[in-house]
C-alpha cells in the first residue's frame, strides 16, 4: 500500500519561499507517478505540479510556472515541490498525489489514486 505524508507548511509573507516534503512509503518514486494539488478555503482543487520521471516530464501549471520547482530525493523517497515568491493567493492546502501508472502526465486529480493528508499553507503581511 503506498503512504503520502505532506510536511513544510507553515504561515509566511509575500515574497517568501516554501519547500514542501511528500515521503512516499510503499513504492519507489520511479514506480509512481507524483503531482501536487492544493485546495483553498471554499475553492475546488487546483493542479500546481506533476513529474512522471520514467519518461522524464514535469510541469508546473501556469499558475505558478517560473516560481515552481518539483524534484526528488531516491535516497529518502521524498518528493519535493518548491514555490518562491509566494502570494496570498498561494493560501491553500498542499496535497501530494500518486498514481500507479507511472507515466501518467495528468492534470486531473481524479487520474491519481493515492493522496496524503495534505499541508497547509498560508501567505499573508
Known amino acids: 500500500q503506498v503512504q503520502l505524508v505532506e510536511s513544510g507548511g507553515g504561515p509566511v509573507q509575500p515574497g517568501d519561499s516554501l519547500r514542501l516534503s511528500c515521503v512516499v512509503s510503499g513504492r519507489t518514486l520511479t514506480a509512481l507517478a507524483i503531482a501536487w494539488f492544493r485546495q483553498a478555503p471554499g475553492k475546488g482543487r487546483e493542479f500546481v505540479a506533476r513529474a512522471s520521471w520514467t519518461i522524464g516530464i514535469t510541469l508546473c501549471a501556469a499558475s505558478v510556472r517560473g516560481r515552481c520547482s518539483i524534484s526528488r530525493d531516491d535516497a529518502k523517497n521524498t518528493v519535493y515541490l518548491q514555490m518562491n515568491a509566494l502570494t496570498p493567493e498561494d493560501t491553500a492546502t498542499y496535497y501530494c498525489?500518486?498514481?500507479?501508472?507511472?507515466?501518467?502526465?495528468?492534470?486531473?486529480?481524479?487520474?491519481?489514486?493515492?493522496w496524503g493528508p495534505g499541508t497547509q499553507v498560508s501567505v499573508s503581511s
Open positions: 498525489a500518486a498514481s500507479d501508472e507511472s507515466n501518467t502526465i495528468s492534470t486531473y486529480d481524479t487520474a491519481y489514486n493515492y
